[in-house]
């Protein structure tokens, strides 16, 4: 099977910058992290550990519950360094916006002039880094950093290799989604090969949920609204609804006969944020580029400033002028 990323020239300036320039990393990712965006930042550093260069991983957010069983989760530092930082790895991110602090990644840019590596597998990526490796065709940066760690035969352990198996699952829906291909099926062999404890991260990612859980979701069903002419469904979450260790939209989904879905969920500070899901044909990544979201054209996210009701309203009006 051929290797999929055809800038070799560019594998081999990270290989050279990582191995004989980087003494001090800093990796991220996106905010509100999911377990692509953790489990790769987490693998990352399992690599740079072997080779001993100094490198944190940086998330101001809290994690949700099911990341918290990663390995090595509770190495992640809750602040940015403030000691010079040489190197930035920016992971599952299409741009500087999408980290939680963008203030303080910038001023670190301003003040240190790392070298910035930007890994990811989003379409509307800036390539705002030094060394861009952005691959829309891959399934998650989890199997992204699979296919780079192996071209470049660094050492994948088995801790590394769960964290990059728990990143494919995550962002395939569990091997389910469009984005699955031969190639990522053969990642995820190699990745059990080399000692992912897959059974055991599926139990306590999928399978160890909160009763809590289940009453979002109980809420959720109450307040769904289906279009069953235009097939469109969304549902609506009050800022009182309990916290879940499941996406609403990953259970709304699952409905027939609806194509695209969206989750409003109200949030601190006057935002309401949105989850958009398609399955198939409706770009939910253009239509929430308009509110000055993003995503992939099957997967999107938006947040906005206004009630729950408000947004709500906008938003459906839109779609419905759309679909
Ligand atoms: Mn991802």
Redesign the pocket.
Same mark, same amino acid.
């Given at each position: 099977m051929p290797f999929p990323i055809s800038e070799q020239e560019t594998l081999e300036t990270l290989k050279s910058w990582v191995r004989s320039q980087a003494q001090s990393i800093l990796i991220t990712g996106h905010k509100d992290p999911d377990i692509?965006?953790i489990g790769s930042c987490i693998a990352f550093k399992k690599v740079l550990d072997t080779f001993a260069i100094p490198n944190i991983v940086w998330f101001e957010d809290s994690l949700e519950t099911y990341a918290t069983h990663l390995p090595s989760s509770n190495q992640i530092k809750k602040t940015i360094p403030t000691y010079p930082i040489d190197t930035l790895i920016i992971l !599952?991110s299409p741009h500087l916006g999408r980290i939680r602090n963008q203030a303080a990644i910038e001023s670190l840019i301003q003040r240190f002039k790392p070298m910035v590596i930007n890994i990811d597998?989003h379409p509307d990526n800036t390539l705002f880094g030094n060394i861009n490796i952005v691959k829309p065709g891959i399934s998650?940066?989890g199997e992204l950093l699979f296919h780079i760690f192996s071209y470049l035969n660094w050492p994948i352990s088995s801790e590394t290799a769960s964290c990059l198996y728990a990143a494919i699952s995550f !962002?395939t829906g569990r091997f389910l989604f469009s984005n699955v291909t031969e190639r990522t099926f053969l990642s995820a062999s190699k990745l059990l090969r080399a000692g992912a404890k897959a059974y055991e991260l599926s139990q306590k990612m999928y399978e160890n949920k909160t009763l809590q859980t289940f009453d979002l979701i109980q809420i959720a069903l109450s307040r769904m609204v289906i279009d069953n002419k235009k097939r469109f469904a969304y549902t609506t979450l009050p800022i009182d609804a309990p916290e879940g260790e499941m996406k609403v939209i990953d259970f709304i989904r699952q409905l027939g006969g609806i194509d695209v879905f969206v989750v409003f969920s109200e949030s601190k500070n006057g935002e309401v944020k949105l989850n958009l899901r398609s399955k198939g044909g409706f770009n939910v990544s253009k239509f929430a580029a308009q509110f000055g979201g993003g995503g992939h054209a099957l997967a999107a996210g938006i947040t906005m400033q206004g009630t729950l009701e408000e947004v709500t309203q906008t938003i459906i009006q839109q779609l419905d002028q759309c679909l």
């Open positions: 692509d965006a !599952d597998h998650s940066v !962002d």
